[in-house]
C-alpha cells in the first residue's frame, strides 16, 4: 500500500521559515512528481507549487520568491522550503504525488500557522 506522509508543520511567527517534508513509499518516487497544495479555513484547496520528475519547479504567485520546492530522490522524500511566511500562509498543507490521474496519492496533511 501506498503511503505519504508529510511532516514539519507548526505555529511559527511572521517572518520566520519552516520547511515540510514529504516522504512516500511503496512507489518509484522518482518516476512521479511532486505537487503541495494548501487549504485555508473556508477556502478551496489550492496548489501552492509542484516539482516534475526531472526537476522543473512551479509556483503559484502568492509564495513566489518567498517558497523553495525541492527533491531527494534517494529518500523518497520532497521538501517545501517556506521563508518569509506571512499569516495568510496559514493553512493545512498536503503533499501529492502524482504519476498519472490512475496513479496518484495525497498525505493526510499538515498544519502551519502562523501567528504572533
Known amino acids: 500500500q501506498v503511503r505519504v506522509v508529510e511532516s514539519g508543520g507548526g505555529l511559527v511567527q511572521p517572518g520566520e521559515t519552516l520547511r515540510l517534508s514529504c516522504t512516500a513509499s511503496?512507489?518509484?518516487?522518482?518516476?512521479?512528481?511532486v505537487r503541495w497544495y494548501r487549504q485555508a479555513p473556508g477556502k478551496e484547496r489550492e496548489l501552492v507549487a509542484s516539482?516534475?520528475?526531472?526537476?522543473?519547479?512551479s509556483y503559484a504567485d502568492s509564495v513566489k520568491g518567498r517558497f523553495t520546492i525541492s527533491r531527494d530522490n534517494a529518500k523518497n522524500t520532497g521538501y517545501l522550503e517556506m521563508n518569509s511566511l506571512v499569516p495568510e500562509d496559514t493553512a493545512v498543507y498536503y503533499c501529492r504525488v502524482f504519476y498519472s490521474s490512475n496513479y496518484n496519492y495525497w498525505g493526510q496533511g499538515t498544519q502551519v500557522t502562523v501567528s504572533k
Open positions: 516539482i516534475t520528475n526531472r526537476r522543473a519547479t
Open positions: 511503496r512507489i518509484d518516487f522518482s518516476s512521479y512528481d
